[in-house]
């Protein structure tokens, strides 16, 4: 069955980086958009970050963007969220997710994914 894997979750202070992985098995990877996504306590699930299928086009809340970068290799199964100058506000659970999708795009909502991990939590505090 399909399986979502992520890591490299934890406890940092606010201004460093974390860098978030995801390992898919059990699909083909490359027929899928990966997205990030994020759940703050007491707060409803948010996007942050996705990319398509070949890894040509990428797309980032407002919130994160010019401080997160998403990044996927193929040949591994894997995507990757690198997360610079983090705020407190960033700390949430850290979803990935996955997006049967023919298009050459990624989506920006959650009904849009297919499967999804059991998420990794990052705290920063201030």
């Known amino acids: 069955q399909v399986q979502l894997v992520e890591s490299g979750g934890g406890l940092v202070q606010a201004g460093d980086s974390l860098r978030l992985s995801c390992t898919a098995s059990?699909?083909?990877?490359?027929?899928?958009?990966m997205g990030w996504f994020r759940q703050a306590p007491g707060k409803e699930r948010e996007f942050v970050a996705a990319?398509?299928?070949?890894?040509?086009?990428?797309y980032y809340s407002d919130s994160v963007k010019g401080r997160f970068t998403i990044s996927r290799d193929n040949a591994k199964n894997t995507v990757l969220l690198q997360m610079n100058s983090l705020k407190p506000e960033d700390t949430a659970v850290y979803y990935c997710?996955?997006?049967?999708?023919?298009?050459?795009?990624?989506?920006?909502?959650?009904?849009?994914?297919?499967?999804w991990g059991q998420g990794t939590q990052a705290t920063v505090s201030s």
């Open positions: 997710a996955a997006d049967r999708t023919s298009s050459e795009g990624a989506n920006m909502v959650a009904v849009a994914y297919d499967y």
């Open positions: 059990g699909l083909t990877f490359s027929n899928f958009a």
């Open positions: 990319i398509s299928r070949r890894g040509g086009s990428t």
